[in-house]
């Protein structure tokens, strides 16, 4: 699979003017990057199209959509002209109140799926409870041929909802953060590699730019010395990555986890003296 990694520098936005001012230099950004030759996928941060923060998230009267504004219907021209998928990071309006919601884009610029962040985080830097309702269903879809599954940030640190998505037959996760450096940063890489390497799947984690963010990490299925992981560092950075099949076929047959699992441990007896 071909994929454009995008991890900008994401300005101040308390309205939706300035909001599709960043758009619209967004668009020209990742059009120019695609200029040669377009990827079956462009990934894009969580939240992509607002700050993270509660100054932000005090304006999403004026900067939520509900995938039939103009946030929606920017990303669907751009997912059309390049003949590629777009996952991008808004705050959707539902039925169910509003919600840090990744959005995929179809190449044919019609939606091809949204999944809801599941668990808001409420600690450190970060204040979403107050602002967003959390989702209540998975999202995992073909793209070019892969597996392809979606959490968001705080999600990683919930194994089970890993193990589902690998019981799914994901082979790429697309992990969207918004991690500063609270206590949570440090962390956040090693919980990346265990997920990626007991599930043996492709993970991208993917945040935005910036001295308190960045360090975005794809992670391969086997981190070993051949296999290592790449941190994207700090500054604005727009990552072209090509993923193998042969590396999960791999990483499986050195480490044959599916086969030594045991799916018995729910019911095995603590030991008495």
């Given amino acids: 699979m071909e994929l454009l990694a995008c991890q900008p520098v994401i300005p101040a936005i308390r309205c939706r003017g300035d909001q599709l001012a960043w758009l619209r230099h967004l668009t020209r950004e990742i059009e120019a990057r695609c200029e040669a030759n377009s990827p079956d996928l462009i990934v894009l ?3 992509t ?17 509900d995938l039939q504004g103009p946030v929606y219907e920017r990303f669907s021209e751009l997912a059309r002209r390049l003949g590629s998928t777009i996952a991008y990071g808004t705050a959707r309006r539902g039925e169910q109140g509003r919600h840090i919601s990744q959005v995929l884009v179809g190449p044919d610029g019609a939606l091809a799926g949204v999944y809801d962040k599941l668990h808001c985080a409420q600690f450190g830097a970060s204040a979403e409870a107050a602002h967003f309702t959390p989702g209540e269903s998975l999202l995992v879809l073909d793209i070019a041929g892969w597996r392809v599954g979606v959490m968001i940030c705080y999600d990683l640190r919930f194994p089970e909802l890993a193990r589902r998505l690998a019981a799914e037959g994901v082979e790429l996760v697309l992990h969207p953060v918004a991690f500063t450096r609270d206590f949570s940063f440090a962390s956040w890489h090693a919980f990346v590699t265990a ?6 799947q492709w993970w991208l984690s993917l945040n935005r730019a910036g001295e308190a963010w960045g360090h975005s990490l794809l992670c391969p299925p086997l981190v070993d010395e051949a296999h290592p992981v790449m941190d994207f560092g700090p500054e604005e950075r727009w990552q072209r990555l090509t993923l193998s099949n042969a590396a999960l076929a791999e990483a499986r047959e050195q480490l044959p986890l599916s086969r030594d699992r045991r799916d018995d441990l729910a019911g095995l007896p603590l030991w008495q003296p």
Avoid: K, V
């Fill in 45 to 47: 941060p969580e939240l």
């Fill in 49 to 65: 199209t607002l700050e993270y923060g509660s100054s932000a998230f005090a304006c999403l009267r004026d900067l939520d959509d």
């Fill in 195 to 200: 997920r990626a390497m007991e599930n043996q």
